[in-house]
């Protein structure tokens, strides 16, 4: 049996990060620029954490920057290995990201709102090197790009899964309790979270550790 990829986002320090590594994170996540969202971390500080991460660890910049001029010069600051689009483009094309940033991956946020994103996933796939598939919204008047703490369809999420070449990370409302059986529901390549495993804001050891044994007992069942 494939082994799910567990990547823990809105990373706010070096230490948090260095944590999550400790129990298992495949990659870590660091939000730029998100506004009204309480996990975003200055250039700066993405920039530090990455340059110091263990080789072999993928380092996501998540934006929601929805023009490629500007998402380039993001990660040109910030090099992480790996851009997370939360908003499509409006200005420039995948193409255009891939041949002025060689050698970094590009993942696509789906939202999961209804069956529309199953087509919307099969149209984006080919042109990505890996999707994540969360719930909120891109609706102008309730936009709501991720961190929402709140589950979607995982139905919706496995027909996904099973109809795109790429890897699929599942998002959305994760947490100790109930990753098994969306692992064993989705069969994603990986689980991606944050409130999940904080309390009060911060990273909580102990949601880590259950998260992570939730995730290998899922492994192996």
């Not at 996904?160 to 998002?171: E, K, S, W």
């Amino acid at each position: 049996m494939a082994v799910t990829r567990v990547k823990i986002c809105c990373m706010q320090s070096y230490d948090e990060a260095m944590m999550a590594v400790r129990y298992g994170a495949a990659a870590v996540g660091m939000i730029s620029a998100v506004p009204s969202n309480p996990w975003v971390l200055a250039e700066e500080r993405i920039a530090d954490i990455v340059a110091r991460l263990p080789p072999g660890v993928a380092s996501f910049l998540v934006t929601i920057s929805q023009e490629v001029a500007a998402i380039i010069a993001q990660q040109r600051r910030c090099h992480a290995n790996t851009v997370q689009l939360g908003d499509r483009l409006t200005d420039g094309t995948y193409q255009e990201l891939r041949a002025a940033l060689p050698g970094v991956r590009i993942v696509q946020v789906i939202h999961v709102t209804g069956e529309e994103a199953l087509q919307e996933a099969q149209l984006v796939a080919p042109q990505v090197d890996g999707l994540v598939l969360d719930s909120g919204s891109r609706d102008p008047l309730h936009k709501q790009l991720g961190a929402t703490g709140q589950t979607h369809d995982w139905h919706i999420s496995s027909r996904i899964c099973r109809a795109v070449g790429v890897p699929v990370f599942l998002a959305g409302g994760l947490n100790p309790t109930n990753v098994a059986d969306a692992i064993r529901q989705v069969r994603p390549y990986g689980v991606d979270l944050c409130t999940g495993v904080r309390t009060d804001g911060r990273l909580d050891e102990e949601k880590v550790r259950a998260f992570f044994a939730a995730v290998n007992l899922a492994n192996t069942t």
